[in-house]
Antibody, heavy 123, light 107 residues
Framework: QVQLVQSGAEVKKPGASVKVSCKAS????????INWVRQAPGQGLEWMGW????????NYAQNLQDRVALTTDTSTTTAYLELRSLRSDDTAVYYC????????????????WGQGTLVTVSS | AIQMTQSPSSLSASVGDRVTITCRAS??????LAWYQQKPGKAPKLLIY???SLQTGVPSRFSGSGSGTDFIFTISSLQPEDFATYYC?????????FGGGTKVEIK
């Protein structure tokens, strides 16, 4: 069965970086991409970006593109989210989600999500 | 970026009620809209994609309609397990954008 298992909670200081992993199993990793979505405490969902596991192509949210990097390791079927120059408002639960299919324009999140990783940014 | 305006932000309803949530896009997005359900402490769950297509395994009491800029999500008969927050997502172009969410609470 398809599973996405994320790395554990992190506590970081402002200005630091964090790298969250998303280990995929149960499907051909390179046949789908991975979206990343975050949710600040008590707030709504925010799409952060998407990466193709096939060729590494990416799309990022405009407000994050200077600080975020999405990568994949096909040998370990793992996707990574790195966020740099952390601020207190980056405190959130970060989710990875496999895309459901690609239209002619986008590859949106589908039915398979990780369990979420809480990243806390605090001095 | 396309703005998604979702309303209401919250509602109170009883088991058995018909519930309707709307989402309006700041520009036309064809039928490229999805609806997700999220329960506290859990990841979102895809319910509807392409505006009106029911995700496999999702009960038929959930439905969606609309095209262009205006979309409707309906629960025909609210069940106890449906109390949650619902989000629309436009997947017409990047960056993908979510609506602000609708919290469905017990009356």
């Amino acid at each position: 069965q398809v599973q996405l298992v994320q790395s554990g909670a992190e506590v970081k200081k402002p200005g630091a970086s964090v790298k969250v992993s998303c280990k995929a199993s149960g499907y051909t990793f390179t046949s789908y991409g991975i979206n990343w979505v975050r949710q600040a405490p008590g707030q709504g969902l925010e799409w952060m970006g998407w990466i193709s596991a096939y060729n590494g192509n990416t799309n990022y949210a405009q407000n994050l593109q200077d600080r975020v990097a999405l990568t994949t390791d096909t040998s370990t079927t793992t996707a990574y989210l790195e966020l740099r120059s952390l601020r207190s408002d980056d405190t959130a639960v970060y989710y990875c989600a496999r895309d459901r299919y690609c239209s002619d324009t986008t590859c949106p999140p589908g039915g398979y999500w990780g369990q979420g990783t809480l990243v806390t940014v605090s001095s | 970026a396309i703005q998604m305006t979702q309303s209401p932000s919250s509602l109170s309803a009883s088991v058995g009620d018909r519930v309707t949530i709307t989402c309006r896009a700041s520009q036309g997005i064809r039928g490229d809209l999805a609806w997700y359900q999220q329960k506290p402490g859990k990841a979102p769950k895809l319910l509807i994609y392409a505006a009106s297509s029911l995700q496999t395994g999702v009960p038929s009491r959930f439905s969606g309609s609309g095209s262009g800029t205006d979309f409707i999500f309906t629960i025909s008969s609210l069940q106890p397990e449906d109390f949650a927050t619902y989000y629309c997502l436009q997947d017409y172009n990047y960056p993908l954008t979510f609506g602000g969410g609708t919290k469905v609470e017990i009356k």
